[in-house]
Nanobody
């Protein structure tokens, strides 16, 4: 059974940057889309970004577009989320997830599409 583990969370001030990493162990991510979601207390899990296994396919939540960058190193079974110009509203528990294939529609932003999940890493942005 595969496992995803996130690292890199922490506390920063508004305008700061963090880089999250998520590494898979126990299985390959070949063919899997990797995504980042976040969840604030009392709210549903929210899509942040996703990237296909190969090729140019990626997508972002409009709230983070231009500030966050998703990338992956397939040789290391790792996906990254570079977060710049952080805002207090970015404060949340961030999860990485893996799901088979790539969806060209809104399904790709649905948590239900993703099979494997990490335990989450906390990001806190102070004003």
């Amino acid at each position: 059974q595969g496992r995803l583990a996130e690292t890199g969370g922490g506390s920063v001030e508004t305008g700061g940057s963090l880089r999250l990493s998520c590494t898979a162990s126990g299985r390959t991510l070949m063919g899997y889309t990797m995504a980042w979601f976040r969840q604030r207390p009392g709210e549903e899990r929210e899509f942040v970004a996703r990237k296909s296994y190969t090729g140019p396919h990626l997508a972002y939540n409009t709230a983070v577009e231009g500030r966050f960058t998703i990338s992956r190193d397939n040789a290391k079974n790792t996906v990254y989320l570079q977060m710049n110009s952080l805002k207090p509203e970015d404060t949340a528990l961030y999860y990485c997830a893996a799901g088979p294939g790539w969806s060209f529609d809104a399904e790709g932003a649905s948590a239900q599409k993703y099979t494997y999940w990490g335990q989450g890493t906390q990001v806190t942005v102070s004003s």
